[in-house]
């Protein structure tokens, strides 16, 4: 189920595709105005990813949500984990391109570009065209 949180209630979407639980996980790369909602509609014992802050926009959340939702926010940085855990780093790596291979994860690319039209695919990006991935393949005619 896809929520366009632009245009619908974040909050009340997140209950009716959730069954009215909320969701267990909650993976937020953006920040912003939308994370207190989005918290707010996380399932019980839920945990909420901080990956960063596309929206530019850090967000204050109340900590009583989290006592509230017997929720975990967890700060999730890659890069300093890969420096500080390379061997946790490579089995995760390992791990998740096993599950790719298997087809249990099929990550969804939204376009191919050539290296040539790489302004092309960060236009697509900057302009919020890109429902999942961009992929620049320098063969690619």
Do not use: C
Not at 63 to 80: I, Q, R, T, Y
């Amino acid at each position: 189920m896809l929520i366009n949180y632009s245009t619908q209630d974040l909050r009340a979407a997140i209950k009716e595709a959730t069954g009215g639980l909320g969701p267990d996980v909650i993976y937020d790369p953006v920040g912003g105005v939308y994370a207190e909602p989005a918290f707010r509609s996380i399932a019980w014992r839920g945990r909420y990813l901080v990956i960063g802050f596309a929206n530019g926009e850090i967000p204050r959340l109340p900590a009583n949500l989290m006592l509230l939702k017997g929720a975990s926010m967890v700060g999730v940085f890659w890069g300093d984990f890969a420096r500080r855990e390379p061997q946790a780093n490579a089995a995760a790596m390992h791990q998740m391109m096993g599950w790719i291979a298997e087809g249990k994860l099929r990550p969804l690319i939204s376009a191919r570009y050539s290296l040539a039209d790489t302004a092309k695919a960060f236009t697509a990006l900057a302009s919020r065209q890109a429902t999942g991935k961009i992929v620049i393949e320098p063969g690619r005619a």
